[in-house]
């Protein structure tokens, strides 16, 4: 859908505090969800995906968990550094066919130095 | 090497004019995307080609008419430009469809007036 009255969510962190981002998906058939980051100014940069046959995948500080169950997946950043600041964006995509990938509203994490 | 391309960055014109945003990847990718994110950084998938043939076409006004030369070109044109097309608009790439992470360019700025 589009964001149409909807206000970018923020998310505030101390750095070196743990930050967590939280993301609902809409359908229950996607079985492929990924993780990307925009800084101002630049292009969303993947960090990480998960299948749905996982329930969490861990990478260079960051940590997908996935919830299949109530359709819910998570971004957790360890040791937040002001680098992190950005907008983060999960994605749903479904295999098999030309399925696209729908990404969602997007999360603004603000990193306080 | 810029795996991503697009330009012009920024593009500022008046409304009824005509203008065209040219992507091109190095990463020999075989699909291209063309995404829309609005001012509340709300990404919208437009179009999307599989091996030069178009695969997605999402409701998008007929005035935006993409053309993919070849596998590595995803240009986009858009006539009798309005107001509401203001946005910032991104190509992206994937080596598969679907499931392929996406490498997104650095976005093209278009400003109507």
């Known amino acids: 859908g589009e964001s149409v009255g909807l206000h970018l969510p923020t998310l505030s962190v101390q750095e070196g505090d743990n930050s967590i981002i939280n993301c609902a998906y809409s359908?229950?058939?996607?079985?492929?969800f990924i993780w990307y980051k925009q800084e101002s100014g630049k292009g969303p940069q993947f960090i990480i995906d998960?299948?749905?046959?996982?329930d969490k995948r861990q990478g260079q500080r960051v940590t997908v968990l996935l919830n299949k169950t109530v359709k819910h997946l998570s971004l957790q950043i360890a040791a937040t550094q002001p680098g992190d600041s950005a907008v983060y964006f999960c994605?749903?995509?479904?295999?098999?066919?030309?399925?696209?990938?729908?990404f969602g509203i997007g999360t603004k994490l603000q990193v306080i130095p | 090497d810029t795996a991503v391309s697009q330009t012009p960055k920024y593009l500022v014109t008046q409304m009824g004019n005509d203008k065209s945003i040219k992507c091109e990847q190095n990463?020999?990718?075989?699909?291209m995307y063309w995404y829309k994110q609005d001012s509340k950084k709300f990404l919208k998938i437009m179009f999307s080609?599989?091996?030069?043939?178009l695969i997605i076409n999402e409701t998008v006004p007929n005035r935006f008419s993409p053309k993919s030369p070849d596998k590595a070109h995803l240009n986009l044109h858009i006539n009798s430009l309005e107001l509401g097309d203001s946005a910032v608009y991104f190509c992206?790439?994937?080596?598969?469809w679907g499931y392929g992470t996406q490498y997104f360019g650095p976005g093209t700025r278009l400003l109507v007036l």
């Open positions: 998960i299948r749905s046959n996982m």
């Open positions: 080609y599989n091996n030069k043939e």
């Open positions: 990463l020999g990718h075989d699909t």
């Open positions: 994605a749903e995509g479904q295999s098999g066919g030309y399925q696209k990938v729908t």
């Open positions: 359908n229950s058939a996607s079985d492929y």
């Open positions: 992206a790439s994937s080596q598969e």
